[in-house]
């Protein structure tokens, strides 16, 4: 098992900034591929942006490239998405998880996602 708590979400107006965190624990994290999605009201929920925990490669959906940055931090179990010029289309409660990965590609669908954090709310005001 693997438990996911993030952290970090709030209000802010466009163009702001805020940095999300994702702290994990209980079974090895180094083995587990970790992506972060987000769901609006009414909305499916989709995804964000995913590291690869062998060689931390990275995928972002497009409507987040070079605004959004995942990262990770092995030894404090943690991972990181620091959002910066944020649009009103970027509320949504978003979601910390983690698939376990046998050295196979980086999974985008939520549906390979075995562990899932309690979500956090990001509010954009225009």
């Known amino acids: 098992q693997v438990q996911l708590v993030e952290s970090g979400g709030g209000s ?12 994990a624990s ?3 994290f180094s083995s587990h591929d970790m992506g972060w999605f987000r769901q609006a009201p009414g909305k499916e ?21 070079g605004r959004f940055t995942i990262s990770r931090d092995n030894a404090k ?8 010029s944020l649009k009103p289309e970027d ?15 980086l999974a ?3 549906e390979f996602y075995n562990y899932w954090g309690q979500g956090t709310q990001v509010t954009v005001s225009s």
């Open 91 to 105: 509320t949504a409660v978003y979601y910390c998880a983690a698939r376990y990965n046998n050295n196979g590609a």
């Open 26 to 28: 209980g079974r090895t």
């Open 108 to 110: 985008l669908g939520r």
């Open 45 to 65: 929920r989709e995804f964000v942006a995913a590291i690869r925990w062998r060689d931390s490669f990275i995928y972002y959906t497009d409507s987040v490239k």
């Open 12 to 23: 802010v107006q466009a163009g702001g900034s805020l940095r999300l965190s994702c702290a």
């Open 77 to 84: 179990n943690t991972i990181y998405l620091p959002m910066n």
